[in-house]
């Protein structure tokens, strides 16, 4: 099944509450909203207030918020108090990715599942690792390309113990396996998880 969660950043701003409506009505799971803060990336988006609108317009939506911005640690709470389901940051912010993810643990609500794309940091951040081990709730490691083919130095993931399965090679599929697999709450055991998806992905 798959997934569909259409950026809000190609909405009519004059129409936005119509134009997320329209693509709820049309079959899209959740709504993607793209916080950008002209600093992290060039462009500037929008913020707290206009989730908090649209939460109140649509109580019952899906919002999935992507902090593109250099600090998330600082907008974490705010954010999940104005409605945000799903919160996703980057590591290479210039917050601590342990503190952030503690972070979105401890906020307003309950977020039940982690999806994390380490990078260059699945190699040697036992930081990572220690905050990962530190939360109670499972994290798919998902990579773009498929590491296990490429420099051996890649081969091992130092995040991978705390994850409950790693995906590779699927391109952006990846993460929309990862939110399957959690949002569907497919019961699976990790070794059957990985045989799933990492056969997929080494053919």
């Known amino acids: 099944m798959a997934i569909i969660s259409p950026s809000i950043l190609s909405a009519d701003f004059c129409r936005l509450e119509e134009d997320c409506r329209l693509v709820l009505d049309a079959g899209a799971q959740m709504l993607h909203f793209d916080v950008m803060d002209g600093h992290f990336v060039p462009n500037i988006s929008f913020g707290v207030p206009v989730l908090a609108s649209l939460h109140r317009g649509m109580p019952s939506a899906f919002f999935d918020v992507h902090l593109m911005i250099s600090h998330p640690l600082a907008y974490v709470?705010?954010?999940a108090k104005a409605g945000a389901d799903l919160i996703t940051f980057h590591l290479e912010s210039e917050d601590d990715p342990g503190e952030v993810?503690?972070?979105?643990?401890a906020a307003d609500?309950?977020?039940d599942a982690i999806v994390m794309n380490?990078?260059?940091f699945t190699h040697y951040s036992y930081?990572?690792?220690d905050a990962l081990k530190a939360v109670d709730v499972p994290c798919i490691e998902v990579?773009?390309?498929n590491v296990h083919q490429r420099e051996e130095f890649r081969h091992r993931s130092v995040t991978a113990p705390a994850c409950v399965g790693q995906i590779c090679g699927l391109g952006?599929?990846?993460?929309?396996a990862a939110m399957s697999y959690f949002l569907l709450?497919?019961?699976?055991?990790k070794e059957n998880f990985n045989r799933k998806f990492l056969t997929e992905a080494t053919k």
């Open 77 to 79: 709470d705010a954010f």
């Open 101 to 105: 993810i503690d972070a979105i643990h």
């Open 109 to 111: 609500g309950v977020y």
């Open 118 to 120: 380490p990078g260059a």
């Open 127 to 129: 930081a990572i690792l």
């Open 143 to 145: 990579h773009i390309s």
């Open 172 to 176: 952006l599929y990846g993460y929309e």
């Open 185 to 189: 709450k497919e019961k699976v055991s």
